[in-house]
């Protein structure tokens, strides 16, 4: 297969190149690893299973979460950080 790249950024093949010669190994090899490790990272949980503590409830859902996001109001608007300080402080 190949894939023909009409505008790429000429540093990002200069990268590609500069990678190449330092591992000794063909350019199309270290575009192929790059579009890999890319694709693992995207589909990848980003959080490790043995972290996860709620296993039965997590939801890594983004859009849920940012929906959820807005539920809480507040009357009059307040300062977060002289907040969280006076929770520190146990005032």
Known sequence: MSIKVD?????L???ISEIAIE???PE?????DM???GIERRTKNKIPEELITNKDTYNPNPKKWMESAGMIKN???FNAAKLVRKLRQGE
């Open 7 to 11: 505008k790429i950024k000429p540093n």
């Open 13 to 15: 093949l200069k990268a």
């Open 23 to 25: 591992e000794n190994i």
């Open 28 to 32: 199309e090899q270290v575009l192929e």
């Open 35 to 37: 579009i890999e490790k």
């Open 75 to 77: 009357c009059k608007p």
